[in-house]
């Protein structure tokens, strides 16, 4: 009986000395964790409208080449439509660009006239505003098929063409890693012909297979709404401008 009060003389001394792991939480604490999901959202918000300002007041390189035909021209989404992908992100046109914000996971757009099947080449401006993954996926076809180029992807830096031969972008002789910054404008050209499929980030080549005898297609998925000609971003916001296209004739020789 004696062992048993000094047993409970001792618990309730220790108890008096700690506390609870509740009363070690003051107030003051507990009212910052509340406060920090809101600070932070609005924190984002503000900067991704500011990345977007600063892109849009931005100069434009000019496309080198003739006969180049504008897709979006920075004043209207004429010509195009929102990808109705399952939870979607917003699309908007922003200071005269077109801006995808992050969906759950795809945002995407589609070009709704009439583009070339083979022979033609396509140049566009990107960024990724915020996000993590891949901020241009440009869908588009050859003959009676179709691919993605995509930049960015994997976790932020992969490039490369999805699918060959039942390989996605992370899994084919295309596969490559780009270092790629928020708020920094890439210059994207795509070059499709009869045999070839063509690629350059600024001046860079980043893509030159050959498609003779390949099996050419897009990755199973969402991405099929992106057809025929589309671009879309996962899990991550972006913007696009100067989207242009022309018709050409074969390769353009690899540069040595």
């Known amino acids: 009986m004696k062992t048993s009060f000094l047993f409970t003389l ?35 918000q503000s900067n991704e409208a500011e990345i977007l300002s600063i892109a849009a007041a931005q100069p434009i390189t000019p496309v080198e080449g003739p006969d180049w035909r504008t897709l979006f021209d920075g004043k209207s989404m004429a010509g195009w ?15 005269g660009l077109l801006v995808l914000t992050k969906g759950q996971p795809f945002v995407g757009v589609n070009y709704t006239n009439q583009t070339p099947k083979v022979n033609y080449e396509v140049t566009l401006e990107a960024m990724r505003v915020s996000g993590y ?7 588009f076809p050859l003959q009676d098929t179709f691919c993605s180029l995509i930049v960015g992807g994997w976790g932020g830096s992969l490039v490369g063409l999805s699918n060959l031969d039942g390989s996605d972008a992370s899994e084919n002789e295309t596969t490559q890693f ?12 795509l070059r499709v012909t009869e045999r070839k499929i063509q690629a350059w980030i600024e001046q860079k080549e980043v893509v030159d297979v050959l498609t003779t005898g390949r ?13 025929p000609f589309g671009l ?23 540069r040595k």
């Not at 506390?19 to 509340?34: F, L, V």
């Not at 270092?179 to 890439?186: C, E, Q």
């Open 10 to 44: 001792c618990a309730f001394v220790l108890l008096a000395f700690t506390g609870c792991e509740t009363d070690r939480i003051t107030p003051q604490q507990a009212t910052r964790h509340r406060d920090i999901t809101p600070l932070t959202a609005s924190k984002k």
């Open 81 to 95: 439509r929102i990808t109705e992908f399952d939870e979607g992100g917003k699309v908007a046109l922003t200071n």
């Open 133 to 139: 993954d891949f901020f241009c996926g440009l869908t």
């Open 178 to 189: 780009v270092n790629f910054d928020n708020g920094k404008w890439y210059r994207i050209r």
């Open 215 to 227: 099996k050419i297609e897009l990755r199973f998925g969402e991405i099929e709404m992106s057809k």
């Open 232 to 254: 879309s971003a996962w899990s991550t916001s972006a913007a696009y401008r100067q989207i242009k296209i022309r018709n050409v004739t074969g390769p353009e020789e690899t």
